[in-house]
């Protein structure tokens, strides 16, 4: 990867080779950051660029033998970690590889090597673990892990400059795997640069924030994210490209998910304004069991995201309503329809409101379906909506 392939996040390229100008590079550093906002690539073209043996003023050159080793991930002094997991009773078709026992890193390295290449260096925890077919459970940096990366970095390099360890998800490491790593930044072997990369600090061991130079890494601007989605998606308008932008808050995985939901963020905004407007007319029986019928045929899935959006309705109208507009993460047809609907919710109906929503999708877990689940939730839905907002 190189500095160019990143979107957005000028501030802190600058920043990286500006270390390697002054010659002042941290052997243990850690990129934090919510989402898909460039943690991973921008560490990888970080330590593409320090390795690199015809540095330019702004980015690695691309082109010699390090740069080339680099952006096939196969450089011989180039490491990866990552959470796995086993996955020997998987039927995914993604994934040819079968583990059964003591997950490491490298049992899936050409999931890896393919998975980073084809998101261009913007993972995703969750899509990470459906490629690799553990989606039902947890990954997880294991200790056999560490040992082996212990290992590795005991060695001399082989060609490059600088040994470069990667730890995506640092997150996950358990507590002896995060003790060995520890000691791994405590005592580094020579010439190892050790860079982490995380989204929640809250779950590091404080031993090891403490011995790690922070790089917040913030979410990608709004207009340079933009730029990009227009360049992925030719057809998106200007509105659309900044509603995506705003909803997405600055991660490109979640702005990429949005646009290939939006054709069913449409399906469940139009049944959502139906089933308002038939909860809030007097003497819409018939309207709501026709509806109730209508949704309990779709599949569990689709029930789920429905309610789900319904909980996201919800909670923007109570933001409109207490003028939190700057909070406010909505598209321009819904925003119409909110300006009339915020009005209905208040304080003392929201909690309920959300509770039986939660309760619905918790009950189509558990395969709890059917009409009576959507007539029973309308009815309630109907008595809240026109509750005011003093409880009665
Ligand atoms: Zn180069």
Not at 47 to 59: F, G, S, V, W
Not at 86 to 115: A, C, E, M
Not at 160 to 167: G, Q, R, T, W
Not at 322 to 345: R, T, W
């Amino acid at each position: 990867m190189q500095f160019k392939d990143i979107i957005g996040q000028d501030t802190l390229k600058k920043r990286l080779l500006n270390s390697v100008k002054d010659n002042r590079i941290s052997h243990a550093q850690l990129f934090l950051g919510k989402g898909s906002v460039g943690k991973l690539a921008l560490a990888f073209a970080y330590a593409q660029y320090i390795n690199c043996t015809d540095k330019q003023i702004d980015d690695s050159c691309g082109q010699c033998s390090s740069c080339r080793k680099y952006a096939g991930m196969s450089h011989p002094d180039l490491f990866f970690s990552y959470p796995v997991n086993t996955n020997h009773t998987s039927t995914s078709k993604v994934t040819k590889t079968r583990v059964s026992k003591d997950p490491v890193s490298g049992d899936f390295l050409i999931d890896w090597k393919n998975y980073i290449e084809e998101v261009k260096g913007y993972p995703d925890l969750f899509q990470w673990y459906q490629q690799i077919g553990i989606e039902n459970k947890q990954g997880f940096i294991s200790k056999e892990e560490a040992r082996k990366i212990v290992h590795q970095l005991q060695y001399k390099s082989v060609e490059a400059e600088y040994k470069v360890l990667i730890v995506w998800m640092v997150e996950k490491m358990n507590e002896v795997a995060s003790n060995a790593l520890l000691k791994l930044i405590e005592e580094p072997p020579d010439n190892t640069l050790i860079f982490l990369i995380a989204n929640e600090k809250e779950k590091l061991l404080s031993t090891i924030l403490s011995r790690v130079q922070l790089i917040v890494v913030p979410p990608i601007e709004s207009e340079k994210l933009q730029s990009y989605l227009l360049k992925q998606n030719p057809n998106l308008s200007e509105n659309d490209l900044r509603d995506i932008a705003s909803l997405a808050n600055g991660d490109v995985f979640k702005a990429s998910e949005i646009i290939s939901n939006s054709s069913e963020m449409r399906e469940n905004f139009d049944l959502f304004v139906e089933w308002m407007r038939l909860c809030y007319k007097k003497g819409s029986l018939e309207g709501i069991k026709t509806w109730s019928e209508k949704t309990s045929k779709f599949g569990r899935e689709k029930q789920k995201s429905f309610l789900n959006f319904s909980l996201r309705m919800v909670r923007e109208s109570l933001l409109l309503n207490y003028g939190n507009d700057k909070l406010v993460k909505i598209m321009i047809h819904e925003e119409q329809f909110l300006s009339k609907f915020a009005p209905f919710i208040h304080l003392k109906n929201v909690p309920i409101i959300q509770e039986i929503l939660n309760q619905a999708i918790y009950e189509i877990e558990r395969n709890v379906s059917g009409i009576s689940l959507f007539a029973d939730l309308s009815l309630k839905m109907s008595r809240l909506l026109k509750m005011d907002s003093s409880g009665r």
